[in-house]
């Protein structure tokens, strides 16, 4: 049986050879990708590490492997996360001055909590452990909603810079602002997603005093 930190693979009687690390990225995503499988499907409560190694179809020993415990795994599934949402700021940036600013705030805010963005949020308020480790690479802010805002005043200026929103806009205060309406919108998890005009009207609603969409 062969068994080492790059990887080359383990056989058990009940999986066959399961990855345990050719690339140790391969490995983190298999396991990230499996957490946020369990997070939208079942909820924070449903998260364990034999839950996450069931869902990745991966040997229980792979996850401690990588991380020294499971809080630290799901710390870096939140930092990951925020990466991500760190690296879409660039584009949302890009399009400024493209399409109408209510489309792309609807756009990315559809884009973001359909994804996992509030059940990162449910499973950080629910770990104690994991928002102590937290806080020692993000000491304020909630994980994922502080970057997305920070992302969508980024943009909101940007766009502001262009003339398509007014001079004296508080991006500062829009922002979080759309940040928590697109967060109620999403939050409740026994029903389907709100749909696209929802989403639509609620950014419509609370930028309609700044932004001029379709106006000279």
């Known amino acids: 049986m062969k068994d080492s930190a790059t990887g080359q693979g383990r056989r058990t009687k009940e999986q066959g050879t399961v990855p345990t690390g050719v690339a140790i990225r391969d490995a983190r995503e298999q396991l990230f990708g499996a957490a946020e499988r369990i997070l939208l499907r079942d909820g924070p409560s449903a998260l364990t590490s034999r839950a996450v190694t069931t869902e990745a179809g991966c040997a229980k020993g792979v996850l401690h492997r990588h991380f020294a415990?499971?809080?630290?795994?799901?710390a870096e599934l939140v930092l990951d996360r925020v990466a991500r949402v760190e690296a879409r700021a660039d584009t949302l940036h890009a399009a400024a001055g493209t399409g109408t600013v209510t489309g792309n705030l609807t756009a990315v805010l559809t884009d973001l909590f359909e994804s996992v963005a509030v059940a990162i949020v449910g499973l950080v308020t629910s770990r104690d452990g994991l928002r102590a480790r937290l806080r020692k690479a993000r000491p304020t802010g909630v994980p994922v909603?502080?970057?997305?805002?920070?992302m969508i005043a980024s943009y909101l200026a940007a766009e502001r810079d262009l003339g398509r929103v007014a001079a004296d806009a508080d991006v500062g205060t829009l922002a979080p602002t759309l940040i928590g309406a697109a967060h109620l919108l999403f939050a409740d998890r026994q029903s389907a997603p709100p749909e696209p005009e929802a989403v639509g009207k609620v950014v419509a609603t609370v930028v309609a005093g700044v932004v001029r969409d379709g106006r000279p």
């Open 145 to 150: 909603l502080t970057e997305a805002a920070a």
């Open 69 to 74: 415990d499971f809080d630290a795994f799901l």
